[in-house]
């Protein structure tokens, strides 16, 4: 335990994640990393903005741990005075409507796409933990260091920030603590937050930064699934996507579904005629049907059923889900709806591959089949209510 501590803690200091550039690296790279003086460029822009606006609120009563709030329109500015000219000091701003645009041009409204496409990325397909992905770090110490990072819970992207801390050369000393925060709600921006304007902090702290985020970077594993408004732009249902959340579909024991999924609930056998038994594992994440022969051997999977938040399906598929999240990360060749109120994205059922649509009053489904090498046939089933992913379905034909 304590050599394999040892060897993650080398490779943490060694900084061997290939997102963290060196010296030369960065500079050669950084040139589309955000930087101080655009903070400070939008910032000035902002304190005219507000000396020439009348704040919808008294900023002397509304003094806050943030400083005073200037409350407007498009936000809220945060200032050292309740009063502001050309002398006040800028703290935070928060824009939390389109009415003004944030640093890059992004407002509110705009999509994650918008906002990671505006900004440096050394990590493109966002590849990290399901809680984080490091985009860059570009490490000049003792002179400055400009880092990117996303927070999300899975597929959903919560905020993506983008730092600059620069040695200060006049008004005292240490690093400047700058940066930009994209609040995202369903991977579109509801809030854009500037912060740290005044903020100062210490080498040593930046570089506890640095640690963390190479830490935090050695986890790639997870990646954000493709997305996009052109369906045919993305690969149809396959076998791959039959690999989701740890688990194999097709390989699936009972045993390997208990290491990965943890205890077992409820188990529940019964006769399957003359055929054998049919098996319902049901654990915290999901459940599992498995068939068994006359002698309770030979279990092969036949099922598997999310119907609660929490674990992800083919192609991160996620109770809670919009329609519109789960239809733009697959195969779509924009065919028309026919008279069945069925679309019909690619393929044909009878083949077994394809991919479908069905619009109901009670709700829509989507199948996606695929015929593996051996000739079996697969189907993704998912259910939605109002729009919204209730139940996502993996069976064997």
């Known amino acids: 335990m304590m050599k394999r501590m040892f060897c993650l803690l080398l490779t943490v200091l060694m900084g061997v994640s290939c997102i963290f550039a060196s010296a030369e690296d960065a500079q050669d790279n950084s040139a589309d990393a955000l930087t101080l003086a655009e903070l400070q460029a939008f910032a000035a822009r902002m304190q005219t903005l507000a000396m020439a606006s009348t704040p919808l609120n008294d900023p002397a009563d509304a003094k806050t741990e943030d400083g005073y709030a200037f409350e407007y329109s498009f936000g809220t500015i945060y200032a050292d005075s309740p009063a502001m000219s050309i002398d006040t000091q800028l703290l935070s701003i928060v824009l939390t409507s389109a009415e003004e645009q944030g640093p890059r041009d992004i407002q509110v409204g705009d999509e994650l796409s918008i906002v990671l496409e505006a900004n440096y990325s050394e990590n493109p397909s966002l590849r990290g933990s399901r809680e984080s992905a490091v985009l860059y770090v570009l490490d000049l110490l003792p002179e400055s260091m400009r880092w990117g990072e996303v927070k999300r819970d899975g597929q959903r992207v919560q905020t993506v920030e983008y730092a600059v801390h620069e040695r200060v050369e006049t008004d005292g000393e240490g690093y400047t603590d700058t940066g930009v925060i994209f609040t995202m709600e369903d991977n579109i921006v509801s809030a854009i937050r500037v912060y740290g304007l005044s903020a100062r902090t210490t080498e040593a702290e930046i570089s506890t930064v640095r640690d963390n985020l190479r830490f935090d970077a050695l986890f790639d594993d997870y990646v954000q699934v493709p997305s996009s408004y052109n369906g045919a ?165």
């Open 233 to 397: 732009e993305l690969p149809m249902f396959d076998g791959t996507d039959l690999q989701f959340s740890g688990i194999d579909f097709m390989s699936l024991t009972p045993e390997s579904a208990a290491d990965v999924l943890g205890d077992v609930i409820d188990d529940v056998w019964v006769e399957n005629g003359t055929d054998g038994y049919v098996r319902t594992m049901t654990f915290a994440a999901c459940d599992i049907t498995f068939l068994y022969d006359a002698q309770k051997q030979n279990p092969q999977v036949e099922m598997l059923l999310i119907a609660a938040d929490g674990m992800e399906g083919p192609r991160a598929s996620r109770i809670g889900d919009t329609f519109a999240q789960v239809y733009n990360r697959f195969r779509n060749d924009n065919t028309a709806i026919d008279e069945n109120d069925t679309e019909h994205l690619y393929g044909d059922e009878e083949s077994g591959q394809y991919g479908v649509v069905e619009y109901t009053v009670d709700g829509t489904v989507m199948r996606f089949g695929l015929v593996l090498d051996d000739g079996v046939r697969v189907v993704l089933r998912l259910e939605f209510t109002a729009s919204v992913l209730s139940e996502i379905m993996v069976y064997i034909e």
